[in-house]
């Protein structure tokens, strides 16, 4: 059955239409608040964080109203990253955390990430039980007055989440020395990104952490990695951290400038902690990974599985694997021995202890060689476009052209109305000819 409400990652969309807006935000946290108070009868409290759009003002007290109205007491931790919520809902003991973001996306869309005690996020099973409360009779699920949630402001959240990703290192580990250039993309790491970097003895230059309500992500952050390379550049700084509004993203830029994906990233840690033996099973990437990547695991001798994209697809194929280690190239990275969701500094951390003995972030990574490949995202009206005959066809015609030489992968986003080609091949011609070919059936 397909999800009405939940896509790849969470819910999101544009703010005050269909069901970016106070009244279904409120469904939402009633929803959640009654499912989860029926699974965990001792606590009944649930924690919100946010990242820094202006809509996060309207859609978070409609949502604590909502949690409330369910009996669940609620506490609000403002302005966040997205992994930070997800650990102190772990530590919190806390039936429930929702995250209130629309990741990478510009400020005028917004939406929720749900995580449950566990720190996970929900199976594609919950959310289908959370969409029927949803669409439900209201009054069905309103607690007695006497029952009703509390809600309390939780003012050092970024401290706690702080000290949670640095007692995973040891106490010696060190910036001192260090120059390091972070982009906080004006969202939900601007407070707690320098001040890491900055309590571990670094020197930082920092940029995207001034937001207004409506710079989240404009022309900064992960998205735009050119900002974090001038500010290497501009500084001579060591290496540069580049995040997306809720940071659980990470792009880096080693001390020359150059832009070091996600899926380089993992190549490097993988290669890195094979050698400490704490690599356990192998690695999880996505449809989206990179051709070269997987060419490099097997060369490495390390197993590769893809799942589908999303990080929350990646987690599930970990747990199921065993793996401790999974990701995709856009930057989210998940750590399973430290983490349950992509969190951009705790990554950043890893990749910084790995520098620790004057290592170069240039000689850490380009450990393979990427397939050259094309992204195109084509916006569109309605997403089953791609369902149709004519697209349908178009795809079978590339695909065929570009076997024994690439690749093709045509779908939806889960977050944007938008249909997403990626190809990859060493020969560009017969590449552009056919993502051209899909483009032509959709526009």
Partial sequence: MTKKYFGT????????????????????????????????????????????????????????????????????????????????????????GIM????????????????????????????????????????????EPKILGRVKRLENANEKYIKILTDNFPKSF?????????????????????????????KVFELGTSPNGFNINENCGSTYPNKIKFLVKKHRAHIGISLDGDADRIIISDENGKIIDGDQIIAMLAKRWKKKKILKGGVIGTLMSNY?????????????????????????????????????????????????????LLVALEVLFSMRKGKKASELFNTFKATPQILENIKV??????????CKVAIKTSEKLIKNYGRMLVRKSGTEPKI????????????????NIIKKSIK
């Fill in 100 to 143: 209130i973001t629309a990741s990478h996306n510009p400020f005028y869309d917004n939406g929720l990430k749900l995580f449950g005690p566990d720190g996970l996020k929900l199976s594609d099973k919950i959310e289908k039980k959370i969409e029927k409360l949803i669409d439900s009779k209201i009054v069905k699920n309103l607690s």
């Fill in 174 to 202: 060190s910036l001192k020395g260090m120059k390091i250039a972070i982009d906080c993309a004006n969202g939900a790491g601007y407070k707690s990104g320098p001040k890491l970097l900055r309590n571990l003895g670094a």
């Fill in 9 to 96: 990652d969470g819910i999101r969309g544009k703010v005050n239409q269909n069901k970016i807006n106070g009244e279904m935000f409120f469904k939402f946290g009633l929803a959640a608040g009654t499912y989860f108070k029926n699974q965990k009868k001792i606590k009944q409290t649930a924690i919100i964080a946010k990242d820094t759009r202006l809509s996060g003002y309207t859609l978070e007290p409609a949502l604590v109203s909502g949690l409330a109205s369910a009996g669940m007491h609620v506490y609000t931790l403002g302005p966040l990253p997205t992994n930070g919520l997800a650990m102190l809902t772990k530590k919190m003991r806390a039936n429930l």
């Fill in 292 to 344: 070269g990547l997987q060419t490099f695991f097997k060369k490495q001798k390390i197993n590769f599985i893809r799942a589908n994209v999303g990080d929350r697809y990646v987690k599930e194929k970990m747990q199921k694997n065993n793996f401790n280690l999974g990701g995709e190239q856009s930057g989210h990275i998940i750590l399973g021995k430290f983490a349950t969701t992509g969190d951009g």
């Fill in 381 to 390: 009206k309605d997403k089953s476009i791609i369902d149709s005959k004519k």
């Fill in 420 to 435: 997403r080609i990626m190809g990859e091949s060493n020969n560009i011609q017969l590449l552009k000819k056919c993502i």
